[in-house]
Structures are given as C-alpha cells and as structure tokens.
C-alpha cells in the first residue's frame, strides 16, 4: 500500500505533479478471472474489495462502462441514515452506517463522514403519530432515533419555515443523531483504491455486451475490450440491472426511473443536518463547499435518459422555498439526474439469479449510497461461499415467488 508523507505534496508540487503514484492501476483486461463484477460504482467496487479482504479471492475484474463512480455513485445527495422499519432492513442498513462509521480508517482514504443527524419533519397530527411509531420500531431494533419538538428543531435547523401560516406548518420531528452524509466520490476512490492495493484489476471505459457459455459451464464476459472467461459473475449496475439481466436471459422485478438533484451556489455555512419533508417532497443538506444540495421524488414514468428536466426542477425548489424561505434568492448551479432501480417494496435485491454462478445486486433505487458498505461485504459473502449471508437472506430474488416483502416505502418518506 502506497503511504503518503506529509511532505508529498510540496515534493509533488516541485516535480510539476508528473510523477504522483496512480490510485489504481489501468490494467489491461486478461482472458480470465476467477470473478468478474459488471459495474464500477460503490457496489462493485465494495464487493472486490471485500472479496480480497474477507475471502482472500484477488483474481477479480470490476469491469465498468464509463468512469469508475460516474454511476449513481457520483450522482447521488450523499446521505446515510438506517432509519427503517422492519427488522431486516434495520440490521441490514445498521450494519452499513457502522461500517461508515470506521469506513475511512479501514480504507486509509477520508470519506468526509459528518454525523450531524437527519431530520424528517412531520406536518400534521397524522404524521406525528406515524413517526413516533417509527421511533419506537427504531428503537426495538437497537437504531438510535429521537422525537424533537419544533422549539428544538429550529435550534438544530435554524431557518427551517416555522410559521403557523405555513403551507407546511411543522409539529415536530424525528431526527436519527447518526445519520448525516459522506462525500460520494471518496467512498467509490477509497474502495477502488484499497481493492487495487489488494490485486483487483478494474477495468474502465469498457461496457458489457452479452453473456455466453464456456463448454466446462464457466461464464464468457463479452466486452468491448474482447471477452473474458469467469467462474463467478456478479452484476452491480443499479439503474441498468434489467438490461445486463436480459442479456443473461433473465427477468428482474425492476423498473428503471430517473432520479433528480440540484445545488446552489455556495454559502456561508448555515445547517449542519440533512433536513426532509416528506410532504414538501424535498430534502436538502449543505455540502462541505457550501452548496446547498436538493433533492427531490422520482420522475413519474419509467425512462434511461439521465437528464434533468424543468418540471422537476420547479417541484424541488416549490418545495424548497416553502420549507426554507430564506433560501429563495439563491441561485442555482446544476442540476442532474441518476437512473435508479425500483423495486415494488422498496427494498433491495442480493444474491442469487437464476442463472448459476451469476450473482445480482440491484434495486436499491433511490436509496443506495448509503448501503454501499453492507452491499459490498454481503455480497461478497454470497460469491465467495454460494450462500446468502445472514444480513441479507430476506432480500433474495425468492420473495418474489413467496411474497414475503419487506415494504419500506413509508420508511424512506422521499428519496434520499
Ligand atoms: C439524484 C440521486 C440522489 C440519490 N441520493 C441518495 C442519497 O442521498 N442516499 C442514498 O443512500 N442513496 C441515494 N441515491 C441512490 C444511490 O446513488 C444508488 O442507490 C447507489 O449509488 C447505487 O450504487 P451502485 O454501485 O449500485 O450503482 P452505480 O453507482 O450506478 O454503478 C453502476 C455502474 O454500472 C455501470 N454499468 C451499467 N451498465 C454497464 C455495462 N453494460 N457494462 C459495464 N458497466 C455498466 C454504470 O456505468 C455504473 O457506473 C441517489 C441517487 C440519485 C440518482
């Protein structure tokens, strides 16, 4: 592992910064590897990495389309929270913000986690009740989560519209204290860099194109860089499951929509926490930058175009203004949009397909960035043993045949 002193960068400087040691290698793709994972976002990248390291398999290619993170990866508001519902989610999410929680001194690689709580309000006498309810189901699980009254939420989110007239006039709030954001492109780096030190070859600027059959029954990765033999594949393509699916000659209960963002100019800082109104339909947290990050719900038809448009646009900053009415002359920077996997219960699919040997991650739809860790390690776990690991037995593609959902809809209020 390459260890960098404090001096580096005025030795760099000097040098015209010709001569940085690479982060990851460029390597060449080879005509086999014992596993091949199709798609370089935070998913694909976690699961070579804790391949390498909890099952000390290295022969492993991340073969990834565009840039490595330029996926949902890089496109997402960057919050992380556990606040679900049901049990299996809530061990499965947990686990992930714990592994935030050490995610930088494991990978030797700041992720910029900040812990400073995310806040969901709560608009009416109804919605009070929901999430108290919501609170109590946190807590039989073991997540930390608090009611907040409006007098301690304009302390925490100074600014936030708390007048009685109000479109949204606020009753209160459930805040999760170790919910917050990490900086997206520092997780997809530290994970691609700490799976290179361990051997992984990642591939970039090279699509998938087809699936065929070796004769001893191992899996030819057909590529546009040539094709590769594998004994394992996984897919970890978010927004793109069905399409890499179909090629393998399976369906996937998916639809692909889009999912937009948008960010200000910078500002001095003025909100620590990640503040969501689920009635407003928006959310916003401020970056290290300055700029304040929005987002909002999904597009309403199912598409692979990843653009913004203008009537999302004006619903988020509808939204926006209402909740912080201080922020209505603000000018806006960019706007963008990430193709995201729905499933009907909102919850993701892990492990097994029903081709052999292949393995599926999938349908995290709006929420994926912050099970990056948990998805990595899970299914790895699923590759390297054949089974479904414990934190992820009830995502299996099967519940789809058994009907036992794991409907977190309500949970997530609005995308984030
Ligand atoms: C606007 C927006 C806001 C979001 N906000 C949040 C949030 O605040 N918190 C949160 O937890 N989640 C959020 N999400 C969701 C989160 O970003 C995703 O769930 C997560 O990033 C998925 O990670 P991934 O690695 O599975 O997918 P990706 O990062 O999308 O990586 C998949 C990769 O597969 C590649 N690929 C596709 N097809 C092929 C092919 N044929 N061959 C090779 N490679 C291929 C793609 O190029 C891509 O890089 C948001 C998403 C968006 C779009």
Redesign the pocket.
């Known amino acids: 592992m390459q260890h960098y002193s404090v001096f580096s960068l005025a030795r760099n400087a000097m040098k015209h910064h010709e001569d940085w040691h690479k982060a990851w290698r460029s390597p060449p793709l080879k005509e086999e590897y014992e596993v091949v994972i199709?798609?370089?976002?935070?998913?694909?990248?976690a699961t070579a990495y804790y391949l390498a390291k909890e099952h000390n398999i290295t022969d492993v290619a991340v073969?990834?389309?565009?840039?490595?993170?330029?996926?949902?990866?890089?496109?997402?508001?960057?919050?992380?929270?556990s606040n679900y519902l049901y049990p299996e989610s809530a061990e499965f999410y947990d686990f992930s913000l714990k592994q935030y929680e050490i995610l930088s001194r494991e990978l030797n690689f700041n992720v910029m986690l900040r812990q400073a709580g995310l806040l969901r309000l709560s608009h009416s006498h109804h919605d009070v009740e929901m999430s108290r309810r919501a609170i109590n189901a946190m807590h039989m699980n073991g997540v930390d989560a608090e009611w907040l009254t409006r007098e301690e939420i304009i302390e925490l989110a100074p600014g936030v519209n708390v007048s009685e007239e109000a479109r949204f006039p606020i009753f209160g709030g459930m805040n999760q204290p170790r919910g917050g954001?990490a900086r997206?492109d520092g997780v997809?780096w530290g994970y691609a860099r700490a799976a290179d030190d361990r051997g992984v070859d990642i591939i970039q600027q090279?699509?998938?194109?087809g699936f065929e059959k070796a004769a001893d029954g191992s899996h030819l990765v057909v590529?546009q860089k040539g094709t590769v033999k594998a004994k394992k594949v996984a897919l970890?393509?978010?927004?793109?499951s069905s399409?890499?699916a179909e090629?393998a000659g399976f369906r996937l209960p998916v639809t692909s929509m889009?999912?937009?963002?948008c960010v200000s100019e910078p500002l001095k800082p003025f909100i620590d926490t990640v503040v969501l109104s689920p009635d407003a339909g928006v959310?916003v947290s401020q970056s290290d930058k300055g700029e304040v990050v929005m987002?909002g719900g999904l597009d309403l038809y199912p598409s692979y175009a990843q653009r913004g448009n203008v009537h999302t646009l004006e619903n988020i900053v509808a939204g926006i203004v209402e909740i912080f009415p201080k922020l209505r002359r603000v000018k806006l920077m960019r706007q963008?949009?990430?193709?995201?996997?729905i499933v009907y219960d909102s919850s993701p699919i892990i492990g097994h397909t029903p081709v052999k040997n292949m393995y599926v991650?999938?349908g995290?739809?709006?929420?994926?960035?912050?099970?990056?860790p948990a998805?990595g390690y899970t299914l790895a776990h699923t590759i390297a043993t054949d089974q479904p690991h414990k934190l992820t037995e009830a995502f299996g593609l099967n519940r789809f045949e058994t009907g036992a959902f794991i409907d977190e809809m309500g949970a997530a209020g609005i995308?984030?």
């Open positions: 199709v798609g370089g976002g935070g998913h694909g990248l073969i990834e389309a565009g840039w490595l993170g330029g996926g949902n990866t890089g496109r997402n508001t960057i919050t992380v929270r954001v997206h997809a090279c699509a998938v194109t590529t970890c393509v978010a927004g793109h399409v890499l090629m889009a999912l937009q963002a959310y987002g963008w949009a990430g193709i995201v996997d991650n999938c995290f739809g709006t929420g994926g960035f912050k099970a990056i998805g995308a984030h």
